[in-house]
C-alpha cells in the first residue's frame, strides 16, 4: 500500500511539475530566407495507412494536428525538437495535418512556412472519420491533439498533449 | 508523526481523485445520464426536467472556437427545427473553460447564439462538471437521450453525420438516423460514431 500511495504521490508531483514547465518557442525564420516552396502531400486514410503500419526498425512518431488547434500548435515545437533530437537514432516524426482542404493555401503552407517546420508533413484529407479513426487507435475518440507511436513490434496511442521530456520518455520505452 | 499522517491522507486523496477522473471515461449507451442546471445564453437555468413533454433529448458539446463545432452550426440548427417539434429538442452544452478557451465566454456565446439565430437553449458548463460526467471528449460531441422510466437514457455516442466538410456529401446521418428510430420504436443500427473534433479547453 505505501508502495502504491508512493507511486500516486510521485505521478502527482510529476503532473504538477509539467503544468509549469515552459516548451521552447518554435524558431522564426525571417521571410526572405525562405527560397523553397511548400507542396503538400495530401492524402486519404487509404493512402496514410501504410505510414502507420511499416514494418522497418524504426519507431515511428505521429503526431495528428491542425493549424486551427490551439493545444496542437502549442505542443508542436516538441514534435520539432525530438526529431532534430532523434534523427540520427532510427526516430521518424511524421506530423499528419487534418487542416480543412479550404484552408490549405491560406493557412497551413503560410504556417509551415513560417515556422520552418523540418519533421515531414503529411496532409489527410478523408471526410469519413467514422471508419479511419478506429483504424489508427481503437482508443481514439477523435480529439486532437493525438499521437501514435509505433514500432513493428509495438504500439501505443495518446490522446493528449505532451511536453518534451513527456515525449522523450515515451519514445525510449520503444527505443530499449 | 501526526503531520506526515495528515499529509499522506491528503495524497491519497488528491491521488485518488486524479486517478477516478482519468479512469471515469463518461456514459456509454445504455446507461442513464443524470440531469443538470446550466446556465442559458437568456441568462435563465435550464435543466432537462424543465422538458416534461420531451420524449428525450439531443445534447450536443459544441463551442464558438472549434472549426469543427462551426462547421456544424446550420446542422445543428436543423437538427432542433426537425425534432424539437416531435419531441427531441437539441440542448446546446459549451464545455470550454472561458479562461483557456476566451471565444467561447458567455458574452461570446450570446454573441454567437444572437448571430447564427439559435433556436435551441445554449448553455455554458460552468466549472466543468457536466462533460466529464457524459465522457465528452471534444467539440461537436453528440449524446442522444431517450426519457425511460430510470431517467434519460444514453441511446446514441458520437458524431452529427459523416462528411463535416460538404453537407451535401453526407452519406450516413447518424443523430437523425438514431433519432428517428427512436420514433419509430425501432433498434439504433449505429450507436456509436467518432469523429475528428477540438479537444475539451480546461
Known amino acids: 500500500m505505501k508502495y502504491v500511495l508512493g507511486t500516486l504521490f510521485v505521478c502527482v508531483l510529476l503532473f504538477n511539475c509539467d503544468k509549469t514547465k515552459n516548451e521552447n518557442e518554435l524558431t522564426k525564420v525571417e521571410q526572405n530566407d525562405i527560397q523553397e516552396k511548400v507542396e503538400l502531400e495530401v492524402l486519404d486514410f487509404n493512402m496514410l495507412e501504410p505510414y502507420l503500419t511499416k514494418e522497418d526498425n524504426q519507431v515511428y ?15 508542436l515545437p516538441v514534435f520539432e525538437k525530438l526529431h532534430s533530437n532523434y534523427k540520427e537514432k532510427k526516430v521518424k516524426v511524421i506530423l499528419v495535418s487534418l487542416d480543412f482542404p479550404k484552408q490549405y493555401e491560406s493557412k497551413l ?23 479511419w479513426i478506429p483504424k489508427v487507435s481503437e482508443e481514439w475518440s477523435g480529439a486532437i491533439p493525438s499521437t501514435l507511436i509505433y514500432t513493428k513490434e509495438n504500439r501505443k496511442f495518446y490522446e493528449k498533449s505532451f511536453n518534451y521530456s513527456e515525449l522523450e520518455t515515451e519514445v525510449q520505452q520503444f527505443l530499449k | 508523526m ?26 456509454k449507451v445504455g446507461d442513464i445520464a443524470t440531469d443538470f442546471t446550466l446556465e442559458n445564453v437568456d441568462g435563465k437555468m435550464v ?71 439559435f433556436t435551441f437553449p445554449y448553455l455554458i458548463d460552468k466549472g466543468q462538471k457536466v462533460y466529464p460526467e457524459y465522457g465528452a471528449s471534444k467539440t461537436p460531441h453528440v449524446y442522444v437521450l431517450q426519457k425511460v422510466k430510470k431517467g434519460n437514457q444514453v441511446k446514441y455516442i458520437g458524431a452529427i453525420d459523416d462528411n463535416y466538410q460538404h453537407p451535401d456529401s453526407v452519406n450516413q446521418k447518424y443523430v437523425e438516423n438514431a433519432v428517428d428510430a427512436l420514433l419509430e420504436g425501432k433498434s439504433i443500427k449505429e450507436t456509436h460514431t467518432r469523429a475528428i473534433g477540438c479537444t475539451i479547453k480546461v
Open chain 1, 61 to 75: 512518431v505521429i503526431n495528428f494536428w491542425a493549424t486551427w488547434c490551439a493545444p496542437c500548435v502549442k505542443e
Open chain 2, 47 to 117: 435543466s432537462l426536467a424543465n422538458y416534461p413533454e420531451a420524449k428525450g433529448f439531443i445534447v450536443v458539446f459544441t463551442c464558438n472556437t472549434c472549426p469543427f463545432s462551426v462547421a456544424y452550426e446550420d446542422r445543428i440548427i436543423a437538427l432542433n427545427n426537425k425534432y424539437a417539434s416531435q419531441g427531441y429538442p437539441v440542448i446546446a452544452i459549451m464545455p470550454n473553460s472561458p479562461t483557456a478557451s476566451p471565444g467561447d465566454s458567455m458574452e461570446a456565446m450570446k454573441a454567437r447564439a444572437k448571430a447564427k439565430g
Open chain 1, 109 to 131: 503552407i503560410p504556417f509551415i512556412k513560417s515556422n520552418n517546420l523540418q519533421s515531414q508533413i503529411l496532409v489527410l484529407n478523408d471526410t469519413d472519420s467514422n471508419t
Open chain 2, 2 to 27: 501526526k503531520l506526515l499522517k495528515v499529509g499522506m491522507i491528503l495524497i491519497a486523496i488528491i491521488a485518488f481523485s486524479a486517478f477516478t477522473s482519468i479512469e471515469n471515461t463518461g456514459y
